[in-house]
């Protein structure tokens, strides 16, 4: 009986082992609810609109330069400010063309005198040949004299004109409304080549917003081109749930082989500015308007092996629910089959969800609000149980 000891030693951990399952069975609690971001079908006219990316460009852009190298004077505009046809904008160093101007000047008032004395010499000379004191031969001489005056005063009034109008140039200003860049050459600077951009005026309103659509809407684009005007609309970033609308003013001859696209070109009136040129944009063309559309948020829809799904909450739990999704309307999603209106769609929080685990409305940040506990889930049945396990 040596071994006595040691048998009962085994015996009271095999015994209290055998307790252990039997005293947490009363604190054992089933799987949490998953944190879920839910919204609503919504049940509203919705426009079939085909998407795409586009480039705003200003309607007209024009490029400030100099007619001839010379030093900036002046510069008279603020940078980035809105300008008025007739403006002002720089001020070349006149010296050269003031005397240029001066020079053509005085040859005209030279020329003119001339011609002036010439026709009143002309004058005499007529009396006196019809008086038959001067030869015939001597009238037309002076006649001949009188006509190249007149000439030469008619050359030099026209290099006269034109030297004010090469001493105009010095006053740059701009031919159209609309917002100046930045000032490419300060004050003092030379400006060495013609063809240097002093600054860049653009039109803010209106708009042209370039973009491009697959060939494949080609045939429906074309029919609809026919039958009117289509709208478009335009959304900076940030900015997709209030868009500009403008109208289909161009559609390209033919489709780019190399992209298999068809470019295409939008107004915009962007009568508050928030479109800019240069800037990328959301664009969506509007063929029609689907009628009682059922609409969701884009990032409810989830991609499976069968095919488009969302996540329906029923009664707490997560339903999978097949889908068929048809455009997309700026952050939402038409749906053509397989959701009603008002039914609650997961859209956040998918990572954990499977068909018929429990789920509690979650804030932005992933957990459940304050004051607001996720509900208790129902009692676990022995299936539960197995599919989390499966789950995890």
């Not at 105009?168 to 004050?187: H, K, L, Q, V």
């Not at 860049?200 to 209106?206: A, D, F, L």
């Not at 335009?234 to 780019?256: I, R, S, Y």
Request: with cysteine; glycine share 8%.
């Amino acid at each position: 009986m040596r071994n006595s000891p040691v048998l009962l030693y085994l015996f009271a951990i095999l015994g209290f082992s055998l307790l252990l399952p039997g005293c947490g069975q009363g604190k054992k609690e089933g799987p949490r609810p998953a944190p879920v971001v839910t919204a609503k079908a919504e049940i509203k006219d919705a426009p079939y609109v085909l998407s795409s990316v586009g480039t705003i460009k200003a309607a007209v852009s024009v490029n400030i330069k100099s007619r001839f190298a010379a030093n900036i004077k002046k510069v008279h505009f603020v940078e980035g400010s809105l300008v008025k046809a007739g403006q002002v904008l720089f001020t070349i160093d006149p010296a050269v063309n003031a005397f240029a101007e001066q020079q053509a000047g005085a040859t005209y008032s030279r020329d003119k005198a001339d011609y002036e004395q010439q026709a009143r010499d002309l004058e005499r000379y007529k009396t006196l040949a019809e008086q038959g004191v001067i030869s015939r031969e001597m009238f037309e001489s002076k006649q001949t004299a009188a006509a190249r005056a007149r000439d030469a005063m008619r050359a030099s009034g026209a290099g006269a004109s034109m030297a004010r109008q090469t001493l105009s140039y010095n006053t740059i200003t701009s031919p159209i409304d609309g917002r100046i860049g930045a000032a490419m050459f300060d004050e003092g600077s030379f400006v060495k080549d013609k063809d240097d951009i002093l600054a860049v005026v653009n039109t803010t309103t209106p708009l042209d917003v370039s973009f491009s659509l697959p060939e494949r809407y080609l045939a429906e684009l074309r029919r609809h081109y026919t039958a009117g005007p289509i709208t478009v609309q335009a959304a900076p970033p940030g900015m997709e749930a209030h868009p500009e609308t403008g109208l289909l003013t161009f559609m390209d001859n033919q489709v780019d082989p190399g992209t298999g696209s068809i470019r295409l070109k939008a107004r915009f009136e962007n009568p508050e500015g928030r479109l800019w040129p240069g800037q990328f944009v959301t664009v969506g063309l509007v063929l029609k308007t689907i009628r009682d559309a059922v609409l969701v948020p884009a990032n409810s829809i989830q991609n499976g092996p069968d095919g488009t799904y969302v996540f329906v909450v029923k009664d707490g739990r997560a339903e999978m629910r097949p889908v068929g999704v048809s455009v997309r309307v700026h952050q939402s999603i038409i749906i053509e089959k397989g959701l009603e209106g008002g039914e609650v769609v997961v859209t956040e929080g998918h990572l954990r969800l499977f068909p018929g685990a429990a789920v509690a409305e979650a804030d932005r940040k992933g957990a459940a609000p304050a004051g607001k506990p996720a509900p208790e889930p129902a009692p676990a049945r022995k299936g539960d149980n197995e599919t989390a396990q499966s789950a995890k």
